[in-house]
């Protein structure tokens, strides 16, 4: 069964370090997405892309994040400087329709 | 603002019992509620969805109900097994608009032998 695949799957990072957290879609989808889930507590969108821009964000997405598909397969979040806040359980979905989102394993970000 | 809401924050169950977890949805825009299960360490996993042109939707024990004109919706876990201890999320999502997902606070179930 098709899935989305996310790597690393943790990373620590010091404050102000820029990263980048990369993600494989399922293959013949179209729509593609980064949440956040912020230790116990409940996931948080952040962007949506589609037809290689951004179709929609939220007001988490600020200057410091971008997103990218560098290539047929791959999509990453960038984060340009890294903030004590921004440690989290960052997830990559991926959807057919625009709906129907499936989610990667999650990459869990440290930052110290 | 807090787009949807959902209870209890947890529920414990013995095992063959019934999980009913709630939701309620402040936009009338939502047209798309989805149900995901996840697991300590794991992504979350999509379970059942619903649209609100129907009121229930059922897949094997686990039942979607939706109440329109009350804005809430519900998830019912019929014969509960301790395989089905996880957290579960209720989201919602406008599909004519965008696609984002609005998740509730999630519902941690412990299902008891």
């Known amino acids: 069964e098709p899935e989305v695949t996310q790597t690393p799957s943790h990373q620590v990072t010091q404050m102000g370090q820029e990263v980048i957290l990369r993600c494989v879609p399922i293959s013949n989808h179209l729509y593609f997405y980064w949440y956040r889930q912020i230790l116990g507590q409940k996931v948080e969108f952040l962007v949506s892309f589609y037809n290689n821009e951004i179709s929609e964000k939220s007001e988490i997405f600020d200057d410091q994040f971008s997103v990218e598909r560098p290539d047929g397969s791959n999509f990453t979040l960038k984060i340009r400087s890294t903030k004590l806040e921004d440690s989290a359980m960052y997830f990559c979905a991926s959807s057919g329709e625009p709906y129907e989102q499936y989610f990667g394993p999650g990459t869990r970000l440290t930052v110290t | 603002q807090q787009q949807v809401k959902q209870s209890p924050q947890s529920l414990i169950v013995q095992k063959g019992g019934i999980s009913i977890i709630n939701c309620a949805y402040e936009?009338?825009?939502?047209?798309?509620f989805p149900w995901y299960q996840q697991f300590p360490g794991k992504g979350p996993a999509l379970l059942i969805a619903?649209?609100?042109?129907?009121s229930e939707k059922k897949e094997g024990r686990f039942t979607i109900s939706f109440n329109k004109s009350a804005k809430q919706f519900s998830l019912h876990i019929m014969d509960s097994q301790p395989g089905d201890s996880a957290t579960y999320f209720c989201a919602a999502s406008n599909l004519s608009n965008d696609y984002k997902l609005s998740f509730g606070a999630g519902t941690t179930v412990t299902v008891r032998a």
């Open positions: 619903i649209r609100p042109d129907v």
């Open positions: 936009n009338t825009a939502f047209d798309y």
